[in-house]
């Protein structure tokens, strides 16, 4: 079987031929700057020590700093981190925020760890790599299994090192330097661009139907701004399952519910359905918002929505994404579409380093204006070049992180 990083590189290889991109800087640019693994143990609070294994991917630094998110979950391995952190680089790049890309993890399951043996393992793993990261070298930022409070330990375990360094991670709490609007911004941008994209089709968001795999950070904020904008949301899950409703479920019910269960099982307004089963639902929009690889060669004939929503990360196989363009299904790709988190993250950083805060509005209003921006370039190239929007964004990406490359040298 291919690796994810391998797979990753078929979209990257595809653009980079339309651009006609030279053999030296393909090699450049698919190559990472740097690679860490460093071994994290902890007490547990029975006394015994467990150790666990984390990653920071560092993979471009030609735009600037580089940037992303920080994962616990316990099929982390470096492979993905580094899948995940070149996907950062191009995301970042789409949306034009003056970062490169990384990406860090733990392989843990954080359901078998209590909140103080979290708090260990954070700041264990700050201890380890503190020296390699930093405000204007590499920013870290929640993922899946990480938080608000991940990120204000990071903070507060770097400078105890270096000092005062808030602009050292985004998405911390509000509390504590982080920017209003950043927990909803990657559901929110999702939507944003969800409007735009039925758009282009002619399409009304009014009454369509919606099915999100995942109810976490993301696909509950999804949820929410869709629901808010009249759309018909039919479907959700979370990691035990999910739920279908073809009359439209309730989301502000829902996330009342699952606020208060920790899970939508038993959530009483809809029939249960298997998240294998809420891809091939029958709906307008499918929006994948949990984890990778889930659109496979093995299922992807069998899906049924008009239109694929690319909140998680890299839920879309190349095989899969193959079959979607011979059945000219349009997929909207997971480093435009899923945007908004790092963007509002370049935004905290901004504040942090002015010693100023934004008001709500404010951070709303310039993520749509940085989020809509990219998807018209995005949608012009795709038209201009008659390819994907996936190999659109790439195009966009790829120029912008040469380009960075050339002007700035080796
Ligand atoms: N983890 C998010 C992503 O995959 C956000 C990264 C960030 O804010 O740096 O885009």
Redesign the pocket.
């Known amino acids: 079987m291919k690796s994810s990083f391998e797979a990753a590189r078929q979209y990257f290889e595809e653009a980079a031929s339309v651009i006609g991109l030279s053999e030296s800087l393909r090699d450049l640019l698919v190559t990472p700057e740097r690679e860490i693994k460093v071994q994290v143990p902890i007490k547990r609070d029975n006394g015994q020590i467990a150790t666990f294994i984390g990653y920071r991917m560092q993979h471009n630094s030609a735009r600037g700093p580089m940037?992303?998110?920080l994962r616990y979950h316990h099929e982390v391995n470096a492979d993905e981190v580094l899948t995940?952190a070149s996907l950062?680089t191009w995301?970042t790049a789409v949306v034009d925020i003056p970062y490169g890309g990384a990406k860090g993890g733990i392989s843990v399951n954080t359901k078998e760890l209590s909140i103080d043996e979290l708090e260990r393992l954070t700041r264990r793993f700050v201890d380890e790599i503190h020296d390699l990261f930093g405000p204007d070298k590499d920013?870290p930022?929640?993922?899946m299994g990480t938080n608000a409070q991940t990120m204000a330990w990071i903070m507060n375990q770097y400078e105890k090192f270096h000092g005062f360094a808030p602009a050292c991670v985004?998405?911390k709490p509000v509390e504590l330097y982080g920017a209003e609007g950043r927990e909803e911004a990657?559901g929110r941008g999702v939507g944003i661009l969800t409007l735009a994209f039925l758009r282009k089709f002619g399409r009304s968001i009014e009454n369509a139907t919606i099915a999100i795999q995942g109810f976490g950070n993301v696909g509950s904020f999804t949820a929410a701004y869709l629901h808010q904008a009249g759309a018909r949301v039919i479907a959700i899950s979370d990691v035990s399952g999910g739920i279908v409703n073809r009359n439209g479920i309730d989301v502000p019910a829902a996330l009342e519910f699952a606020a208060a269960n920790k899970s939508l099982t038993g959530f009483p307004g809809g029939e249960p359905i298997s998240n294998e089963a809420l891809l091939m639902l029958d709906t307008d929009v499918l929006i994948p918002a949990a984890l990778g690889n889930v659109l496979t060669e093995q299922n992807a004939d069998s899906v049924r929505a008009k239109f694929i929503v690319e909140a998680a990360?890299g839920p879309t196989t190349p095989e899969a994404d193959a079959i979607f363009r011979k059945k000219e299904i349009p997929v909207l790709p997971d480093i435009l579409a899923?945007?908004g988190?790092?963007t509002v993250?370049y935004f905290e950083w901004v504040q942090n380093q002015q010693y100023f805060r934004w008001d709500l509005s404010r951070v709303r209003e310039e993520l749509e204006k940085y989020m809509t921006r990219a998807f018209h370039r995005v949608w012009t190239i795709s038209t201009d070049k008659k390819v994907s929007l996936r190999t659109g964004a790439y195009i966009l990406a790829i120029g912008r992180v040469s380009r960075a490359t050339e002007l700035g040298g080796i």
């Open positions: 940037k992303g998110g995940l950062m995301k920013i930022a929640p993922d985004t998405g990657t990360n899923n945007a988190g790092v993250s």
